[in-house]
């Protein structure tokens, strides 16, 4: 990757997921923890609930993500819009590019011969169990990265293309008559070498997101069987309920394309943790194959083999398992059939004694 690709319009953008019920969030203003849900006028559900909560929660406690009224959550959307984000993200690249285009006056095979937008997203789950997705937004050259993109070509109008794919795009679950977008929350910064967002900070929020995976909803780290006794499993209600959702829906033919029961251990989500467009930088096959050269000790650029200089030195430590003696049993039983008297080292050693 040049280094010039960092002076390329690049913005950082969080989607998030809609609303599927109330649940206990931890609010902060200007460093101060606020109340969960403090509502002077809240109505009880008709499971009995009240639908507020004053507790200012901390940032270990357990009730996190858990809805206020469980009776209340909707599960099956839950599950459903993890289980259909990745087409939702598919369907938001293609209409970011095609607004893009619009707003400067050209086509999309036009754009393509101009300019590059390239990607590279990770997703992040929710304490309430549904994914975000988290996407850096570059504007490249017709070359990929190592070309600069056009004067015309930037962040603002990146960031207008974004907003507008994010409102507009949605996916269908035609089986059940329903229909699932970006939740209203949208975050668009812009990524600078000094300003409030910088590169290194990016880096810092993806490895954040990179360790922390679906256990953080309660849920296991393993598949779940459909013969599991899911009341049996040691997780939160939360969890076991949205599994519990995954593994009704999954027996549904018509959602079998969705492999709900697969991926119920991940509340439905099966997509990868990261992705990115193909030539947004080097390739995963690239690394591998630079590994396995350094392990083979040649160089990537010659194929020679790599020299050590000439105070260098090697510790070679091999081990190799070669056997062990016979046992005493195995030593009688050796003497009897060769004929030859058999010596007990035990006695032997005494008689030196």
């Known amino acids: 990757m040049p280094e010039t690709v960092s002076s390329h319009p690049c913005l950082f953008v969080t989607l998030t997921a809609p609303s599927f019920g109330a649940v206990h969030v931890r609010r902060e203003k200007n460093g101060k923890v606020l109340p969960c849900h403090a ?23 357990p009730r996190l993500g858990e809805p206020l009224c469980p009776d209340c959550y909707d599960y099956d959307g839950s599950v459903l819009f993890n289980a259909t984000s990745s087409e939702l993200w598919r369907r938001f690249t293609l209409a970011l590019r095609r607004r893009f285009a619009r707003l400067h006056g050209l086509t999309v095979k036009a754009l393509h011969e101009q300019v590059m937008v390239s990607f590279a997203k990770v997703a992040e789950y929710q304490r309430r169990g549904v994914v975000h997705f988290h996407a850096v937004i570059r504007l490249d050259g017709p070359d990929g990265p190592a070309s600069p993109p056009p004067a015309w070509a930037d962040a603002d109008t990146l960031a207008l293309a974004v907003q507008h794919a994010a409102a507009v795009v949605t996916t269908e679950v035609k089986a059940l008559n329903r229909t699932f977008r970006w939740g209203t929350q949208l975050d668009v910064r812009r990524i600078t070498l000094d300003g409030d967002l910088t590169d ?64 119920a251990h991940m509340l439905g989500f099966r997509g990868h943790f990261s992705t990115k467009s193909r ?65 007990n080292p035990a006695r032997s050693e005494a008689s030196h004694e």
């Not at 109505?43 to 270990?60: K, Q």
């Not at 880096?203 to 997101?209: E, F, H, R, S, T």
Request: glycine residues 6%.
């Open 39 to 61: 509502r002077r006028d809240a109505h009880t559900c008709p499971h009995g609930h009240v639908m507020s909560c004053t507790d200012r929660h901390s940032t270990d406690d």
């Open 200 to 263: 290194q900070a990016v880096a810092a929020y993806i490895a954040k997101y990179a360790t922390k995976a679906a256990e953080c909803v309660g849920t296991l780290d393993r598949r779940i069987q459909p013969l599991d006794n899911l009341d049996a499993l040691p997780i939160r209600d939360h969890a076991r309920r949205l599994i519990a959702a995954c593994m009704r829906l999954g027996d549904d033919p018509d959602l079998a394309d969705l492999r709900l029961t697969q991926w």
């Open 279 to 343: 030539r947004y930088s080097t390739t995963l096959g690239a690394l591998r194959a630079a590994r396995e050269e350094h392990m083979r000790g040649t160089d990537i650029a010659t194929g020679r083999l790599l020299l050590f200089e000439e105070d260098t030195v090697l510790v070679v430590a091999h081990w190799q398992y070669a056997g062990q003696g016979l046992s005493l049993g195995e030593q009688m039983l050796a003497s009897a059939l060769t004929g030859t008297p058999f010596i």
